[in-house]
């Protein structure tokens, strides 16, 4: 699924705010046409971390609520699905590339998920707690499937569209 119709489907969803998902929209547009930091991949794209905490690589992120910059994700706050991982890592102010499709590989996903390895062929979800993701779905908030893992070190991202619960 290329970036541009997984945005549409976010659009879509009626838990996402409506001039939010253009943003995202006219982000991912920008970054494939080689105007993100990423370089032009379709499969990223540049945004500034606006939470008050630093992200890991591996954090899922949501769009912040201005429609630029990024926060933390969590399926505990409905307003805030997730849109990608962190592919830098940065404290806030500073600029991060946002992963929303494909393999993405991580050594450590201690600061991700708990564990220093991905359970191989797991579904990984939305955490409750915000950044973190979780290979048992949460029963309150929100349900958002984040990607499965294909080893013990990648994550397909295949970022579903947050159903409320």
Not at 91 to 104: D, K, L, N, R, S
Not at 147 to 156: D, H, I, K, R
Request: proline share 4%; aromatic share 4%; glycine share 12%.
């Amino acid at each position: 699924m290329t970036i541009s119709l997984h945005a549409e489907r976010i659009l879509g969803s009626a838990l996402c705010d409506q001039n939010l998902a253009k943003e995202l929209i006219d982000a991912i547009n920008t970054a494939s046409a080689g105007g993100g930091a990423a370089g032009g991949s379709n499969d990223t794209y540049g945004s500034e971390n606006k939470d008050a905490v630093s992200f890991y690589v591996g954090n899922a992120v949501c769009v912040h609520g201005s429609g630029t910059g990024t926060l933390l994700a969590t399926a505990a706050d409905p307003s805030r699905p997730g849109v990608g991982l962190a592919t830098v890592g940065v404290a806030p102010g500073h600029a991060e590339t946002v992963q929303c499709a494909g393999i993405f590989p991580l050594s450590d996903w201690s600061a991700v998920t708990g564990t220093a390895l991905l359970a191989a062929r797991a579904t990984y979800w939305l955490s409750a707690t915000a950044g973190l993701l979780t290979n048992v779905p949460p029963t309150s908030g929100i349900l958002q499937k984040m990607g499965v893992a294909v080893s013990t070190t990648e994550l397909e991202l295949n970022i579903d569209s947050p159903t409320l619960l």
